[in-house]
């Protein structure tokens, strides 16, 4: 059964970059064909899907957030991490880590992942 976990910081002030690591667990990040996600929930907010990292090491933004999204990962250590620069207050979200296999992924949705971490709640406040 894969596991995910997300780790990094609770706490990120307004201009400076969010840093989340997932760590995967029970299966590797370059086993075909899975792709692996952040997806964030605001407060009182829907999910959106932030960006992907597949098996292959491509990565895929949604339009909305790619000027300042990266996501990256670490294949010696089966982890995959986001960074997120010039937050704002309005950057406040559950932040979650997910894989699927490509169906929603590359359609850009949140939802039908197959594996999902627990989240982390990033506040972004001075």
């Known amino acids: 059964q894969v596991q995910l976990q997300e780790s990094g910081p609770g706490l990120v002030k307004p201009s400076q970059t969010l840093s989340l690591t997932c760590t995967v667990s029970?299966?590797?990040?370059?086993?075909?064909?899975?792709?692996w996600n952040w997806i964030r929930q605001p407060p009182g907010k829907g999910l959106e899907w932030m960006g992907a990292i597949p098996y292959s090491g491509n990565t895929y933004y949604s339009p909305s957030l790619k000027s300042r999204t990266s996501i990256s990962r670490d294949t010696s250590k089966n982890q995959f991490t986001l960074q997120l620069s010039s937050v704002t207050p309005e950057d406040t979200a559950v932040y979650y880590c997910?894989?699927?296999?490509?169906?929603?992924?590359?359609?850009?949705?949140?939802?039908?992942?197959?594996?999902w971490g627990k989240g982390t709640l990033v506040t972004v406040s001075s």
């Open positions: 029970g299966g590797s990040i370059t086993t075909n064909y899975y792709y």
């Open positions: 997910a894989a699927d296999l490509g169906g929603s992924s590359r359609r850009c949705l949140p939802y039908g992942m197959d594996y």
